[in-house]
């Protein structure tokens, strides 16, 4: 039985009556700047919503228009009557959603046994042998999986606990930001816990309609990673979820929602007993929209970029709120994603950079091809401060 609510009481055809038509938003949307449809927009989209939940006839493409929104949310950042724009989406998806898997499904939930896929992907990379993705590419060479220790014990002086959040595709593809965020958390003073039960989000799932899927994954979670202390991730697509668990699993997912932060808004560079490498380095910094638009934070892992010694940080910038992988829609939509893409790509080229960085690793895999040819390395904002670290002071 589908429902009209969300576990904190939302309706959704009261949210979609919030829309006043505005039109704001459509500046703002990327879909709308590269169809030019009233139906690629989120106003035109509130309207066909609004039909489907009044039980209303909607035009043939209601659910390409609906499937062609990268939930990116930069609609909510303008929008004078507040409509969570995000949550609707993800309500009506999950009402209307197709009732057979896609071949993104499945390939999501194989994702999510990490250590079953993790030695198959490994072997397959190293004999050139495994395909690439649409709208990714191949997959980086996987370092060593090797074991997470159950708890590494503070470097700097002792400030607390906390636990880390490994992920299921970033444990996979970007291992080397999880173990940077390690060493950075454990030398600004902070023990670091990493439960070995942990799996997946929910937030694929979640998005995609499959809120039964979704709740699963997320409840399992929350028996894994128990306690009072701060949850940390340095995935913000992950991160932009589990910071809105309430309307997941209403007061349980809610309270966990409170421990949920980045790992970035722990760390003080100028307190950090480290020498730092000084030598001139010329970053170009992408604001994730999970960053920008759920966490309200654009400015956090600048700040910390800007502390270091001989580092630049220029804005990287395309004039559209995303980068076009959107969560799962990179690999339903690899021709809309690698277009959104190719606008991102050739404003780099006009920064001269000699890195980029961005914080979510679903952005740091799609614009990551789109870069092979510029010699331009792409990395998680931790990891580029980690690698700036010149020696540990005693």
């Known amino acids: 039985m589908t429902r009209s609510k969300d576990p904190q009481g939302q309706d959704w055809a009261e949210a979609a009556g919030q829309c006043v038509l505005c039109g704001m938003c459509s500046r703002v949307c990327p879909t709308y700047h590269l169809y030019k449809e009233e139906g690629e927009s989120p106003r035109g989209r509130v309207v066909m919503m609004q039909a489907l939940l009044a039980g209303e006839t909607v035009g043939e493409r209601w659910r390409e228009h609906l499937d062609h929104c990268l939930g990116c949310r930069a609609c909510e950042a303008v929008c004078p009557s507040g409509v969570a724009y995000g949550p609707l989406l993800d309500g009506v998806r999950a009402r209307f959603a197709p009732s057979a898997p896609t071949w993104v499904d499945r390939f999501a939930a194989g994702v999510r046994w990490w250590r ?3 030695p198959l992907l490994r072997l397959g990379r190293r004999l050139h042998a495994l395909p690439a993705l649409p709208g990714v590419g191949r997959p980086p060479l996987l370092p060593p999986q090797g074991r997470w220790a159950r708890r590494y014990p503070a470097q700097g002086p002792f400030r607390g606990e906390v636990t880390l959040f490994l992920g299921c595709v970033a444990s996979l593809w970007d291992r080397d930001t999880l173990v940077a965020t390690v060493r950075l958390l454990r030398l600004a003073g902070y ?5 070995p039960s942990q799996g997946c989000c929910g937030a694929l799932a979640w998005h995609e309609g499959r809120e039964g899927e979704g709740r699963r994954l997320a409840e399992r979670l929350l028996e894994a990673l128990t306690g009072e202390g701060p949850v940390v991730t340095a995935a913000t697509g992950c991160s ?18 409170n421990r949920v932060c980045e790992a970035g808004s722990l ?46 940080v220029v804005t990287w910038e395309a ?14 939509e690899p021709e809309q994603a690698e ?45 580029l401060i980690e690698q700036r670290i010149d020696e540990v002071e005693s």
């Not at 004039?319 to 959107?326: F, K, M, N, T």
């Not at 740091?364 to 990891?383: F, N, S």
Request: with cysteine.
């Open 267 to 312: 760390i003080d560079i100028e307190s950090l007993p480290v020498r730092w490498r000084d030598a001139p380095l010329r970053v170009a910094l992408h604001v994730p929209c999970s960053q920008a638009f759920v966490w309200r934070q654009p400015a956090l892992y600048r700040r910390l970029l800007e502390a270091l010694p001989g580092v630049e």
């Open 240 to 257: 932009a979820h589990l910071r809105e668990y309430g309307a997941v699993l209403g007061e349980a997912g809610a309270a966990f929602a």
């Open 339 to 383: 277009r959104l893409r190719e606008r991102w790509v050739a404003a780099l080229r006009k920064l001269q950079v000699d890195v980029a960085v961005t914080s979510n690793v679903g952005c740091r895999l799609h614009l990551a091809p789109g870069l092979e040819r510029m010699d331009i390395r792409l990395l998680h904002p931790l990891a």
């Open 116 to 118: 079953r896929l993790g």
């Open 319 to 332: 004039g559209l709120s995303c980068c076009g992988a959107g969560g799962g829609r990179l690999l339903h």
């Open 191 to 195: 023990a670091v816990r990493v439960p």
